[in-house]
Each structure stands twice: as structure tokens, then as C-alpha cells.
């Protein structure tokens, strides 16, 4: 068989690039930075936003929609929120076929249109909290851009929400961390996410903490997933989101927000394909089973139909492939490619036995099934293939996770993967050090892997990584 | 009680602006022409798209996503097209943090971007149908805002779609137009559209056949609800989406597009409000039921909880309001304002009776119903309303629809209402006429309703209007 994707190994980032291409899953847009989502690209998406859009209700956040268009005046409200983005803010400038007398900036987040809002919507501590949520596309100026990794203009979810308490902001802000993302990342993406608590310098401005949920890719890199910051009154106090106490006092609210974006989907590429393409877990894929018709024979298309129709009575997601014009070994590549996790190959040969062929792509393994079998052996491997996913990724993770003492051997073991350090042998010095190797410190957690409170508790950890 | 909304007779346009702010559905956003849609507008919106990203789907159409940015130069391919949208546009002109060597069109529709990737995705006869939709954001500069029906930004999806043959384009144009848009529009919406064929003057640019669903508003006007389109070959050739056939020649596809929008929201409050606020038809709305702790009391909490989940375990979608320390009258009036199609009443009073009072929004009826009866009593007022609503309305279109015999009638009657006139009493100089009126030609039709295949089709009727 012909290469169909340049191997991981002899050239990673030109892999990634392959994979995206050939799995049809987006192309760069015709405004440098941006991309063109795919069919099948964009029904991950999808998935990804059902998955996560349910337990953020069931989070208690509501939906709503504020606009893509800013006033520049905004962004100056908060002085060190602007600083971060200035650079990166696409300016309109002409509209209704004249020039603006104030230019408005694109989005690059909707925080600012948010809390005035939120100062609005907010007066008495019956009010609170206020759990906003909103499902956008966002715009930062990329000069690198990477499809799904940087681009220009992406697809996201943000959260912002108002809290009485510092505690209820605070456990807010660790449900969704939780219960939202690590929930969705683990059981649904099957990805073995590190949850962790950013230092001082890596945490979001303006906040007073940043809780990440970091994965390795398949070079050993850190990617970060998604992130909940904690913004305590900073944001509260420059929006002036403030709220009447029940004792009668007027005090500002404190805030959070969080978010994930389409940045997932490099993450999911980089967590599970391999060689021969991308690997998507069965809770995720929008097409569980593929069933093919190889080729046209005796009862062939007959039987497909059937098993394709017993597969969605049984409630997996099904496809059914009788495009017999086209070679199989080219429909084979490209169900490979694409991750279906599951193939059903129904052919004359085999069906003559009274099989089909259940084909994994986790591992490539075949197995004839008798026919009336093909259902439950479908759902069994859909069931195992969603863990052995898991496992590979995790077993992969601690085979490239370095336990070190010093900062010496960190920066070093960091080229191969990642590093747990203790934080007390970094610190501040130690972390900027780090940087001029490229290196930064993705999170930083408790010996028991639990996330702490502070960045000054005894014996945290720190996880060194290169990163995306 | 004191007046919550101005009354539709006193002020039709002042009532709409009420509804929304009292009802909490939008509010006009810092740039002007923006809208801010709040979580029980947006509510709408997401069952809008659920019920109708269903019946996209079932149609063979794939969502994608394009990019938000076009190069400016895009939309001097098509110049018919470019001419009506030039003042329309918002321009980019720096980013990055400096001026664009070419500044950068907000999409207000990603019609040439689509195009320039059909055109590299369609090669052979194989490739076709190509069916693709996209939920979106998209911006159309408005001097004269009007949150839902006219506005600066606004939601949509937008669908475009190349085939091999005219037939196929025809058909498949009249496919969304029926099962998607007038199945949902009728059957969730509860909106008695009238589809029917635009005139050429009223068609869209570079297409050579729309086919439109008008709703009537309140104060009997037109809105135009959704519109689908056939292109013919015009925007393949500018975009030069061609394929080799079976036969081996190279051809021009076939395209068609089609759409609808948060407009539609502006369109559900004119059809179904009234002086209380709005009446969300039972299949669309968020919330079907709205349990209420009228005041605290003997098992009063216990009974409304059990009710909640009992209506829940029947499929109902519903919320429970236990808020008593916020008067029983406000929160009754907001939840009228609201539109749930059905509250249940629990207090302490009915209770000790064995009783809790359904109310149904639609016509205010209060009935004491024993609580071991509610859940059967609610879906039977779901069902009833859903086609009440719609029988409600379509009388209404009829009351305010004349049907006249000659072009000055028409004119005279469009003030009152819809008219229906024989095309030929009007045709191309008469509808001229008639704009200057501010009364336009909403749709052709034939004698029996359906939709005609051409305009000069004998015994055509008009429907002429004022419009939205």
C-alpha cells in the first residue's frame, strides 16, 4: 500500500498537517490565519459542543449571545487585559460604506461586552450567581497560525459567571474544571489530562488563578486543553459588577471564567492517530460503525443494509458505505484516515460463510463475525476501544513523564517529554530560566496529584514541558 | 394590575420593543445595530436550531464552517451580487497590530467563500450532490436597527449546495423549502407560512428562482420568514464549480441556496404575542411547563418537587419556580411575559383540596385540577395549544387577507392587511406601483396555493403587502 501520511516519526508537525488534509478535516481559509472547518472536521466539533454544552446546564449556566463587535473604548477599561491582546485585535474600521467615527474591534474574547452586562443584570445578591455561557467564534491575529492549534478566527466556548462569595466563585470555578472539562476530556475524548493549577506567571491577567487541563501529544509536547480562572474582584471592580447584600451593604461580586475551543481537535489528532490517520473514540465519533459493502454479490448490499439498520436500532452511530464505484482498498485508507472506530466489512467471499468482518481501528485487528453476532461485537469493541484508547495514551504519558530533583535535569529531560520536578527546585528564577530553553512549567499539583489552593503550599510538583 | 407592555393598538412597534426588554429576550449591544440575546431569547434560538438542524441533516446536508473574514477582492467576482451588498459591508483594515496590505470583508454571507471551496472540492459527477450548511454569524451594516428583524449582526444558517443537473438543484431547493421550513415552521413555530415564488424584481441577485415563506405579523403585515434559492448556473460560473460528467464532458454545476435566521425570533413574537407578552408555541418552547410554588405551606415545596419530576419523567420540559420571596403576582406576570405555554400553580389553599391550577398561557383558562391529574392534564393542554396557536393564527391571516380584482384596490387594501389579486391585474409596471406605497409583492402563487414554477404561468394570484 502506498504512504498515505508522512510517519510520526520521521517528521511530526508535516504528520499533523498530513492527517488534517487527507482525513478531509479543514484547509487554511483564503485569509491567511483562518481555516475552513470540513464535514468531517466540523461533526467532531459538534459532537465536542454536545458533549460539553449538557454538562455545562446541567452545570446551571444558561446560554446567551453577546456581539462580535467591540467598542474600542472597552478594551481599555481593563489596562492589563488590553496589553495582553492589543496586538492581536483585528480593527473594523469602515462600515455602511464610511468611516467609522470610533473603530470597533472584532472579538477577541466577549469578557469586556460581558460584564457590562453582567453590571447590568446584576443589583441585589438574589441576582448571584449569574452562570453565563456563550458558544462563539473569536478573533486573534495570528503571524504562526496552525490549524486548530493557532488560528486567527476560532470556534470556542466561554463562561463567565458572578458569585456573592469568593468560595462560591471559587468552587464554581473547580465544578466546571471537574465536572465540565476533565469529565468530557477523560470519558469522552479519552484523553489522561494532567489538572493542575498555572503559577503566577503563566496564569490569565487579571486573574488570581488559572486551574489547566494539559495533554501530551504524540511527540511528547504539553498541550493545553482548556482552562477556569478565578478573576476574585479585579473584574468586578474595572466592569463594576456590584450587588446590594443581604445585610444591605453594596459589595462587588466575584467572578470566573473558563473555556475550550477548537484547539480540542488538534488535541484529539495528536492524543490518538497514528500512522495510518486519525483514531476517534468511539463516545466521541459521530460514526461509530462504517459499515462497507466490499463488493457487489449475492445478498451483499441486502445483508449491509440490514446489519447498518440493526447497528442504529441498537443505538450506535452508523454509516453505511455502497459506493462499490470506487475501489475498496481506497474507501478502506480513507475510513482509516477519517477514525471510524469501528469497521463492518460485508463482502461476497465472507458473507458466503455467514460473516462479516469486524475490523478495529484502534489496532487494526479483523475478526469474521458471524452475522447474527456483528451487533454485540460491535459494542463490545466500541466499549473496550473507548478505554484502550485511554490507557494507550495514559501508559504513553508516563512512559515519557521524567522524574527529576533539579531544575538542571528538567530543562533536559524536557526535550524528550515531560518533567515532574518539585516546584520548591524551580520557582520563579527557575521558571523563567526554563523559558529560554523553551521549556515552561504547565501546571503545578500536590503529591497526590490533587490541585492545590496556592502556589506556595509545601511539596507541590511541577510539570516541565516543550508545549503547543 | 398594573400595564406591564404597551398595548398592540395603542403602539404595534413600542409593544414589540416592550416584550423584548420586559420578556428579557435582547437588548440593543454597545455598537450600534448589535443585539445582546439573554438566555430565555437564546433559549429559543437553540430549540429553533435543534428542531431545525434535524430536518437539515435528514435532508443529506453536512454542516461545515467557513471563515468569519474574505478577502475583499472575493466579492468583485460576482458583480451583481457585490453591488447590493458594498454599503453593507464592514471592512478590517488593520490587524495585527498594523495596517493590512488588503483589508478584509466581514462576511455578510459566506457565499463566495463557499464557493471557492466547492469549486476545489467538486471534480467529478461523483462529487455531487454536494450539500453543505453552516450555523454562523454574519454582519450586514443597518442604518435603521431592529433587534431580531434588522440587525447589524445576527445568526443564521446558511445553506449551499451543487448538483449535476437543474432538475436535481430544482428539487432540491424545494426540498428545504417544504420539509425543511414549512415542516417546521408549521408544525413547531405554529406559524401558518404562505410559500410561494418571488417576482423577479423581488428575487435574489444572480439567482434565477426564490422561493420565500411569509408569515403575517400581528398587525398584519408581512414578514419574511425564510427564503430558498435557485441559482442556476450563474454562481457555478462565477466560481467556477464545473465537473466531468459520466459521459466525460466538463459541465457548470447546478447550485441553489437557502436560509434562515434569528430574524425568525422577531417573527414568533409578532405571530403569537400579545398584551401580556409572549406565547411560545408548546413544541418550541424551552420550557413547555412552569411549576410554581404560589407560597410556602403544608407539603407545598414536597408537591410542586413531585410534580416537577413527575412532568419531567413524561418527557415535559419544565422548570420549577420556588422563589417565594419574591412576590407570587411578579414572578406570574414574568412568566406570562415568558410565554410558558402552561403553569402549574401549587399553594396552600388548592392543596389542602387535593388541587393544583393548570394555567394555560394561550387564553389565561385556570383550571383546579387534582394533582394525581396534572401531568395528564398539561400534555393535554400542550397538544391543544400547539394547534390552537396555529388555528388562532391562521384565522387572523384570513380576517386581514381581501381579495380584490384590480392593482388600486390592492394598494388601498394593503394598508388594512394582505391582499390577494390575479397577477395579471398587477405585473411588472403595477408592482412598481405599488412600492411606491411601501406595499410590495410578497409572493406568487396559484389558485390552489401551491407554488408555481414560473411567473408568467397563467392565473397566477399576488399576495401584496406591507412588510417587515
Redesign the interface.
Known sequence: MARVLTPRTEDYPRWYQDVIAKAQLA?N???RG??????TG??L??RMQAELDSRIKAAGA??????????EA?LTREAEHVEGF????????????KQLAE??V?RPTSET?IG??MA?WVSSY?DLPLL?NQW??V?R?E?RPRVFLRT??F?WQEGHTAHATEADARAYARKILHETYEDFMVNVLAIPVVVGRKTAAERFAGGTNTLTLEAMTGDGKALQMGTSHELGQNFARAFDISYSSAAGTVEHAWTTSWGVSTRMLGGLIMCHGDDQGLRVPPRLAPIQAYVMVVKDGDGVREAATKLRDALRDAGVRVALDD?V??PFGRRAVDAELKGYPVRVEVGPRDLADGNAVVVRRRDGGKTPTPVADVVGAVRAALDADQQALYDEATAFRESRTTEVATLAEAIEAAAEGWVRVPWSAVGEAGEAKANQSAVSVRCLLRADGSVPDAEDEPDLYAILARSY
Not at 492589543?86 to 460604506?97: F, N, R, Y
Open positions: 484547509e481559509g483564503p485569509v483562518t481555516m475552513v472547518i470540513r464535514p466540523y461533526a466539533w459538534e444558561e446560554n446567551a449571545y453577546f456581539p462580535l463587535f467591540i467598542p472597552y492589543s496586538p492581536e485585535l483585528a480593527v473594523v474600521t469602515h462600515a455602511g460604506g473603530p470597533v472584532v461586552v457590562e452586562s447590568k438574589r453565563l462563539a467564534n478573533v491575529w503571524l486567527s478566527e470556534l459506493r464505484e470506487t
